[in-house]
């Protein structure tokens, strides 16, 4: 794997800064199998969500009388009610009326009562990606900042190693669960949720079976010094916590759905009613952001209903949420979410995603270092250049297709069906094809005018305002103004052959002893063929010639000439 992403990514980051600079670019731009599908994702992201446009829609809310209480529920059209979109969302308000007319007032009858008792287990302890974005999430810490404070915790004892893609733990270390509890229910903010634990309880988290090269992150049950950091102590009471977790009863509710008719149109509503809270008393179910439902009447199917009141609430569809550092990194983990090809969906969902577990925020540090990605407050986000960059790269080195295709080979290689040479080799040789769309005909996007070099775009180092140059510098020394990101127009060259005249008239006047016209005549005559720029250098030579005029007191011709020629000659360039 080291072999062919240094091969392809050695050259493509090669390939794509030669194109880059000519297209004007003068830095590193650089590509690899996983760095750039990673952009590709925020990226995609970003676009999607500057492009989206709310579609405002209506949502049908009835106020149910039953002999038992009274409840609200929801409109739900049929596949053939007419002003929905494409979402199947009531976008027509002419139909929101007529729904809202026929319903009003009449009686309806329950269709549908149905209760179920379910119950959810605590959530695994954590892995890095899922520990990265909870403390995301909850702290705004990037993840980098999650990774080196859980090599601290490593390394001072106090949990276990923090670079594992697993979230179970081997049945061998159940039997010492216990001692590890009565150690946490002594640390401060651990008293309930350790203290009040049965170790005799054994979750779905305790299973060989499904742990990977380094099980779950947890607790040691060495006990924390005073002295640990802030970041220390939040991270270390997250991992605590899941462990602890694993030892209390699931939350146990009561799912209620009822399903009702009024005028032949249907209307749902769901409820749950919380019968046991076992582990949700200790901490926050983090995967259910759900209020706590309404409670409903014990209605029974056929029970007859009214219809108070209905209203309609006007809503608009919202754009996708940014990428977090946490929630990217768990892009990156379940990168197959984000995939349509179904072999490609099932290599990337069994290798888990693109990076590792050691290496992800490591990328995404690159990313930012690079100025290919930028914080925004809790967000991630994508930079011009990082846009650039994705738009500049062929589709095979920024799809993780192509990373599903190398897991494949490399697991073959693994298992002895296929040779490194083998695969090495057919590398090497599709890498031109794979370069080619980077490198296109080889012309630069932006020619020099003079010599045909392609001109790069450059800053200069005083206003930081940018011009374009030639990459043929000495040999060409073409400048040209920046227009909007792309190579200007030449400004026009003063015209100095008047000037060269009225200067030598200057002169030639003297000589004849002829009367000299005013030096406002003379330098107005001269700059009128040369730009702004040198108009102010010359009205500032006209007055340094009257001061030396005044000076002396009389005319030396000799020493008028000098001085005025001396000066054109400085702000023109070689006259003679």
């Not at 299973?207 to 040691?220: C, F, R």
Request: charged share 25%.
């Amino acid at each position: 794997r080291s072999l062919a992403d240094w091969l392809v990514g050695i050259n493509a980051t090669r390939a794509l800064t030669i194109a880059g600079r000519e297209a004007g670019r003068g830095e590193v731009l650089s590509l690899g199998r996983v760095q750039t599908p990673t952009l590709a994702l925020v990226v995609a992201r970003d676009r999607e969500i500057t492009n989206f446009k709310p579609a405002v829609y209506f949502v049908l809310r009835a106020t149910l009388t039953h002999a038992a209480g009274e409840f609200t529920a929801n409109f739900v059209p049929s596949e053939t009610q007419a002003g929905l979109d494409a979402s199947g969302r009531l976008v027509d308000f002419t139909q929101v009326a007529a729904v809202l007319e026929r319903v009003n007032g009449v009686e309806g009858v329950v269709a549908e009562s149905l209760r179920e008792n379910k119950s959810k287990a605590a959530p695994l302890p954590h892995s890095l990606s899922s520990l990265q974005k909870t403390a995301s999430s909850r702290f705004g810490m990037s993840a980098q900042e999650v990774l080196d404070t859980a090599q601290s915790l490593y390394e001072r004892k106090l949990t276990t190693y923090p670079r594992t893609d697993c979230r179970y733990l081997p049945n061998e270390q159940f039997d010492g669960a216990a001692a590890v509890l009565a150690a946490l229910s002594l640390v401060p903010g651990l008293e309930q949720v350790a203290g009040t634990a049965d170790a005799s309880l054994k979750s779905s988290a305790w299973n060989t079976q499904k742990v990977t090269a380094h099980h779950a992150i947890a607790p040691t049950g060495e006990m924390p010094p005073d002295n640990l950091k802030a970041a220390e102590r939040d991270l270390y009471l997250m991992i605590a916590t899941a462990f602890c977790l694993q030892f209390h009863p699931p939350m146990c509710y009561e799912a209620r759905k009822i399903v009702l008719n009024l005028a032949d149109t249907r209307w749902e509503v769901t409820g749950r009613r919380l019968t046991d809270a076992g582990w949700t008393a200790f901490s926050k179910d983090e995967e259910d952001d759900r209020q706590e439902e309404e409670s409903l009447p014990p209605v029974e199917q056929g029970d007859a209903v009214t219809c108070r009141t209905v209203e309609s609430v006007k809503k608009k569809t919202s754009p996708p949420s940014r990428f977090s550092e946490g929630t990217l990194i768990e892009a990156m983990a379940n990168v197959h979410r984000f995939v349509g090809d179904a072999d490609a969906k099932a290599t990337l969902k069994e290798t888990k995603g693109i990076g590792t577990e050691a290496t992800r925020a490591k990328v995404l540090e690159t990313l930012k270092a690079r100025g290919y990605l930028a914080i925004d407050k809790k967000s991630i986000v994508s930079t011009p250049l990082g846009r650039d960059i994705i738009d500049l790269t062929p589709s095979a080195l920024k799809d993780p297709i192509t990373t599903a295709e190398w897991e494949s080979r490399l697991e073959a290689i693994a298992q002895g069906k296929e040779t490194l040479d083998a695969f090495l080799a057919e590398q090497k040789k599709i890498l031109p094809d794979l370069l080619a769309p980077i490198l296109g005909d080889g012309k630069p996007a932006f020619p020099c005018p003079a010599c045909g070099a392609a001109l790069n775009r450059r800053k200069h180092k005083k206003d930081g305002s940018w011009f374009w140059g030639c990459t043929a510098y000495p040999d060409c020394r073409t400048i040209l103004p920046d227009d909007n990101g792309k190579p200007g127009k030449a400004r026009p060259r003063p015209a100095l052959s008047g000037c060269l005249g009225s200067v030598n008239a200057i002169g030639d006047a003297f000589s004849l002893g002829v009367t000299l016209p005013s030096m406002d005549q003379i330098v107005a005559g001269m700059c009128s063929q040369v730009d702004s720029f040198i108009q102010q250098k010359i009205n500032d030579a006209h007055n340094q010639v009257l001061n030396t005029v005044n000076g002396i007191g009389g005319y030396n011709p000799f020493k008028v000439y000098g001085t005025g020629g001396d000066y054109v000659v400085k702000i023109t360039g070689k006259l003679q």
